[in-house]
């Protein structure tokens, strides 16, 4: 099937460690972003790609480290989780801008 | 400053009844923009843009650059209609630019 997929769907972990999240597409898409959920619902755009390229880096902790080793891969390196990281975090590709963007199942990270 | 508000945090209504999910903008130059469908605990799905102009589950969106607004309307609400759905515009237009959500509107249809 052609999709955005993303590991793991769950990620429950305790304060302090650090984890990664994985994504690739296999729509051909040039652009890959990560959305952060949070507990409102509220989706907002934390770092976008194009062709492997680092558009986007909004007001994110440096703890927060995306990796895009080819366009079809963007994972997310988190370190020193803390229990505000606890969201739900959603990988997207498109075609490009103005284009609609195709979205992962999203990973729900808790931090205990 | 570019935004999407939804005004709307939750709407109610009863199956059969008409639908408006409210979503206004601000931006400066020509918008692009979009509805997305969240079901219960499932990926964000495009539901339509703007320059579609098409019906997607009976559902229509008309762009009004007047009132800066892109409401989204069905005329007979179903329960599998029930969702949170967000509206969303591109921010600019430069390779990588992302999309800004409105904080969404939980549509609740019951019988």
């Known amino acids: 099937d052609t999709a955005v997929s993303q590991t793991p769907k769950y990620l429950v972990t305790q304060m302090g460690n650090d984890k990664s999240i994985k994504c690739e597409q296999n729509l051909g898409h040039d652009t890959m972003y990560w959305y952060k959920q949070d507990s409102k619902k509220f989706l907002k755009i934390m770092f976008s790609?194009?062709?492997?390229?680092?558009?986007i880096n909004e007001t994110v902790p440096n703890r927060f480290s995306p990796k895009s080793p080819d366009k079809a891969h963007l994972n997310l390196h988190i370190n020193s989780l803390e229990l505000g990281d606890s969201a739900v975090y959603f990988c997207?590709?498109?075609?490009?801008?103005?284009?609609?963007?195709?979205f992962g199942d999203g990973t729900r990270l808790s931090i205990l | 400053a570019q935004r999407v508000t939804q005004p709307e945090k939750l709407l109610s209504v009863f199956k059969g009844a008409p639908v408006e999910l409210k979503c206004n903008y601000s931006?400066?130059?020509?918008?692009?923009l979009f509805w997305y469908v969240q079901y219960s605990r499932q990926r964000l799905q495009l539901l339509l843009r703007h320059i579609s102009r098409e019906s997607i589950k009976g559902f229509t969106a008309d762009l009004n650059k007047g009132e800066t607004s892109f409401h989204l309307k069905k005329p007979f609400a179903q329960e599998e209609d029930s969702a949170m759905y967000y509206c969303a515009l591109y921010g600019g237009d430069q390779a990588g630019t992302a999309l800004i959500f409105g904080k969404g509107t939980t549509l609740s249809v019951s019988s």
């Open positions: 790609y194009n062709n492997k390229e680092l558009i």
């Open positions: 997207a590709s498109s075609p490009g801008v103005g284009q609609p963007q195709h």
């Open positions: 931006y400066s130059g020509s918008p692009e």
